[in-house]
């Protein structure tokens, strides 16, 4: 049996978490953040905590399915917590973690970039689609 250096384990540790390697578990870390009910979810728990009508209510368009599959996958990774208080009717919060937090930052730029950018790549996409139209 061979011998394994220490430079050759930090090697296979660090191929071990390469998004560009097709069997990399950030692969479907990569997938679920990408998602855009994810996004707008993470943006509107900025904030603090809110309850479901409330999130239901800030993302315009999602649906009763969408919304709560997106929040059973975001509390199973970790990135939100969901607190049921005994009432009635029973109330249920839903905000961020810590980790869920960390990613803010990031989720608020892409959001922020989006909007400020959005006229010119509608432009680009209307260019694109003239210009697909008019070639051969």
Known sequence: MATVTAAERRAEAKRAYDAYVAACPSRKLLDTLSDKWVSLVLNALADGSKRYSDLARTIAGVSQKMLTQTLRGLERDG????????????????????????????????????ESHIEDVEAARLRYDADSENSP
Do not use: F, N
């Open 79 to 114: 990135l939100v917590t969901r607190t049921v208080t005994a009432a009635v009717p029973v109330r249920v919060d839903y905000r961020l973690t810590p980790l869920g937090e960390s990613l803010l930052p990031l989720m608020a730029a892409i959001k922020q970039w989006a």
